[in-house]
């Protein structure tokens, strides 16, 4: 390796689907080596949803701090972009302090922006997302999802039909440019000069769903509708928020609105995250350079060690 490689700083991803056991492999690394966790969690920055992300406790925070956890109120929006912004504080922060940062997460959007810059891409605009928000009440946003699949085959395949927020974005990038979402991400603006470690839990997919029905289990056992309900007294906050497009809180709400049984709901929540972790892993398949892990970590502490040119223990 180069000595200009050599200067780099260093960072670490662990990526994986939701239920891997990205935390409790986070808590492990920072025992042993001198890291400072940085979530990559886009609900996990809410304040308050804390039953139904699998939020880390308090004990776990003590033990493995988390930057970027409960830094916006539910009824607040968080863009990539703003993460990116927050994230490359919070390595700087780190690394001010003599630590390595540890980027935890499954969203892919977060780890894409802070890996490849972010795209120019145009500013709202109102009239067109008024616009597109009556079609979508018309005709539901499973027509406009039908559209973008037509004009943006990739956005459509990454996009649920059930986010409206990204399908109109998505619509709205077209609209204003006359060309495609996609396109226009794949050009990169600046990328963070980093010597990066990659590593990315795929558990089996048995195994990964019966983790998935166990948590969600034990999530519903542990008051999540009472969190949900508790949320839907605040003034600002509805269905549509970015915040309830969490898997488990749309269920939820749905369910204290009398859309479902409480076994409908138990099982809609299921599988709802077993598909976003279905979306999560294909993702990660296509992260060619990351290291996949599928083990009990210990592969993560050996390559940790080597990347760091550090013993594998503290």
């Not at 970027?68 to 302090?97: G, H, N, Q, T």
């Not at 049984?261 to 598909?275: D, K, P």
């Amino acid at each position: 390796m180069s000595l200009v490689a050599r200067r780099r700083p260093d960072a670490v991803f662990l990526m994986g689907p939701t239920a891997s056991g990205k935390t409790a492999l986070a808590v492990e690394l920072t025992r042993r080596f001198p890291l400072a966790v940085v979530s990559v969690d886009s609900a996990l920055v809410y304040r308050g949803m804390d039953i139904g992300t699998a939020k880390p406790d308090a004990a776990t925070r003590d033990l493995a701090p988390h930057a970027l956890v409960d830094i916006r109120d539910p009824e607040e929006s968080y863009s990539a972009a703003e993460f990116r912004r927050d994230a490359l504080a919070a390595m700087d922060a780190a690394r001010a302090a003599g630590r390595v940062p540890l980027l935890v997460g499954g969203t892919g959007l977060y780890f894409s922006a802070l890996q490849r810059g972010l795209s120019a891409l145009p500013q709202a605009d109102p009239a067109l997302r008024a616009r597109l928000a009556t079609e979508a009440a018309a005709d539901g946003w499973g027509v406009l999802h039908r559209r973008l699949a037509r004009l943006d085959p990739a956005a459509a395949t990454r996009i649920h039909r059930n986010d409206p927020q990204r399908i109109q974005r998505a619509l709205e990038v077209i609209e204003l440019t006359g060309r495609s979402l996609s396109a226009q991400q794949g050009q990169v603006r600046d990328r963070p000069p980093w010597r990066l470690l990659k590593l990315a839990l795929l558990p089996e997919r048995a195994v990964l769903h019966q983790r998935i029905a166990e948590r969600f289990q034990a999530m519903v056992g542990a008051g999540l509708l009472d969190e949900v309900r508790m949320l839907q007294q605040r003034p600002g906050l509805s269905g549509d928020s970015p915040s309830m497009r969490a898997v488990g809180y749309r269920q939820a709400w749905e369910h204290l609105h009398g859309a479902t049984t409480h076994a409908a709901f138990v099982e809609r929540g299921i599988h709802a995250t077993r598909q976003l972790a279905k979306r999560q892993c294909t993702w990660l398949r296509g992260e060619v350079d990351a290291l996949p892990l599928a083990g009990d970590g210990s592969t993560a502490v050996r390559r940790l060690a080597g990347f760091l040119g550090q013993p594998g223990s503290a």
